[in-house]
């Protein structure tokens, strides 16, 4: 219910049109690190009781930081820096989906840092299967070229801005796993799931537990608002020219993660892939979540028996390709074409930051950096000589 309550909550309380509640991998990381600690220290707990605990902290801390207007909080990080940290982040997601891709049978530890996690992948490619990567670049080609034909052809046809291109991926690479059966190729498919709707549960909170979690909170806070705030900053004047308010969004965000614990939800965040995904679509107010929350509530009930024909590789060919949307080429050349050489240091120092580093280390790092500059700018002199 993660990928469901946040996002119906969401469209209500936030203001941003481009910004896609729901689970996200680093988020997703941090909170099962957590989960694994306070049921090691509390066993009569259970997973989902620490998760929505945690959602539940977050979401406190969140709506009290907001009464508070500490909304500016997203300004520290931004300009180059945040260019340099998207940049960084769409490495790590475009790295975490190579596994699937290339139909790797080792596994990859996602604790790593990009650089780390690359390094495994290579060294893991002698089990990589050929009609999973035939499969994935079929995919991956298949969506570059679509939404090359509708960036030259939008203009003499307009209809084509709106043609689904991942639903029409979904829907063919569907068909074709259910008549070729695809798992005797040995590429993966999705298989069943449990689709069962949980029953509203208040969750565990005792001082105890908070105080254990607060710092595992505070980072989840930290890094999840900052992306969250990255994507309605970059995205937004492509939804309907909407400009953020801090404020607003760490209250809907807060709020939004509250009361999702009551579900059994863990905490959840802005998305990058999904984000840009919302920015292909065309979104323009948050009805948008509205409809995406409604329609994977609607298929995760009724459309089992056919979701579990999806193969992984398109699912990760679809997150590559929105990866990619997120480097912002012609930004990053204009910075270099100019030569502004302080921007350019800046965007290579967090973008390094990023890979060495796991994305929430990286987040804190340049968190850190920006505040010196910020410290630096405002306290050398200007002395101006009339």
């Given amino acids: 219910m993660s990928a469901v309550i946040p996002i119906l909550l969401y469209c209500v309380f936030g203001g941003s049109p481009t910004l896609s509640m729901g689970p996200e991998a680093t988020i997703s990381t941090i909170t099962g690190a957590v989960v694994s600690l306070q049921m090691e220290a509390n066993p009569s707990l259970t997973a989902v009781q620490v998760a929505s605990s945690l959602s539940f902290l977050i979401g406190l801390i969140m709506i009290g930081l907001s009464v508070l207007k500490a909304g500016f909080l997203d300004h520290i990080l931004s300009g180059y820096l945040q260019t340099g940290f998207i940049v960084g982040a769409a490495c790590l997601i475009i790295t975490e989906q190579l596994p699937s891709v ?33 499969l994935s670049l079929s995919n991956i080609l298949f969506l570059l070229c679509l939404k090359r034909i509708k960036k030259t052809y939008t203009a003499k046809l307009p209809w084509l801005k709106f043609f689904p291109e991942y639903l029409c991926l979904a829907i063919i690479m569907i068909a074709i796993s259910a008549w070729a059966n695809l798992g005797q190729y040995n590429i993966t498919i999705l298989g069943t799931f449990d689709n069962n709707i949980p029953t509203p549960a208040v969750p565990v909170l005792t001082i105890e537990l908070f105080s254990n979690m607060f710092e595992s909170a505070i980072t989840v806070l930290l890094v999840g608002y900052i992306e969250c705030m990255t994507v309605t900053r970059n995205f937004g004047q492509r939804g309907g020219g909407y400009v953020p308010s801090g404020n607003r969004e760490l209250f809907a965000i807060g709020f939004t993660n509250l009361f999702a614990s009551f579900f059994g939800c863990y905490p959840v965040f802005a998305s990058l892939p999904r984000s840009r995904i919302l920015v292909n679509c065309g979104a323009r107010t948050t009805l948008s979540n509205a409809m995406a929350g409604i329609l994977i509530l609607v298929a995760f009930v009724s459309l089992k028996s056919v979701f579990q024909y999806i193969p992984k590789a398109m699912l990760s060919s679809i997150i590559i390709v929105s990866a990619l949307g997120l480097i912002e080429t012609k930004r990053i050349a204009f910075i270099f074409k100019t030569r502004a050489y302080h921007e350019i240091l800046m965007l290579l120092a967090t973008f390094l930051i990023t890979l060495a580093t796991s994305l929430s280390t990286g987040i804190i790092l340049c968190l850190g950096l920006s505040a010196i500059l910020i410290v630096r700018k405002t306290t050398s002199s200007n002395i101006s000589i009339m």
């Fill in 102 to 134: 290339l139909g790797l049978t080792v596994k990859v530890n996602q604790d790593l840092s990009t650089i780390q996690q690359f390094i495994d992948v290579c060294k893991g490619l002698y089990t990589a299967r050929y009609a999973t990567i035939l």
